[in-house]
């Protein structure tokens, strides 16, 4: 059953998810994002559960005028998990994500990192950080975060769609 404060911060969450973007739209016309893939050393994938929007996912966010997608996907993952890029990135793909606009496109990046994950969020953002079996994902595992899943494990080839 889901909380009275649950509903409200999904509402909240939603509200300012769709605010977001919509202030992208306007100021970018494209949006691009950056998901970091990571793996534990027994296979588990990191995950992050935001504050403003439902679902679990690879941490990542936006790409902001002047920035890398390198340097913005060191800078969310640091932010999201407490974890540093070890190494060069290997970009597992070019999705576009059309389940929020017909304008967004999300990089994938498979990441090796250093460090450990804080045993609370140290982002207001962040509701929860974790790492999970692809056997046994939580609730609300977004789609498309799972389609990388499988491609990284299965070794196919991935999808054009987030």
Request: with cysteine; net charge positive; proline share 4%.
């Amino acid at each position: 059953m889901t909380s009275v404060s649950e509903q409200k911060r999904g509402l909240v969450g939603s509200l300012f998810s769709r605010a977001l973007h919509t202030y992208f739209l306007m100021a970018r016309g494209l949006t691009l994002g950056v998901r970091a893939i990571v793996r534990s050393d027994d296979g588990k994938f990191l995950m992050v559960r935001h504050t403003y929007t439902p679902g679990w996912h690879f941490p990542g966010g936006g790409v902001e005028k002047g920035e890398t997608t390198a340097s913005a996907l060191a800078n969310e993952l640091r932010q999201e998990t407490g974890l540093r890029l070890e190494g060069t990135p290997v970009l597992h793909g070019v999705f576009h994500n059309n389940g929020i606009s017909q304008r967004d496109h999300v990089l994938a990046y498979v990441c090796n990192v250093k460090g450990s994950v804080a045993s609370k969020p140290t982002s207001l953002e962040i509701a929860e950080v974790g790492y999970f079996d692809l056997a046994d994902l939580p609730d609300g595992t977004d789609p498309g975060t799972i389609r990388r899943m499988r491609e990284v494990v299965g070794g196919t080839a991935p999808c054009k769609t987030w």
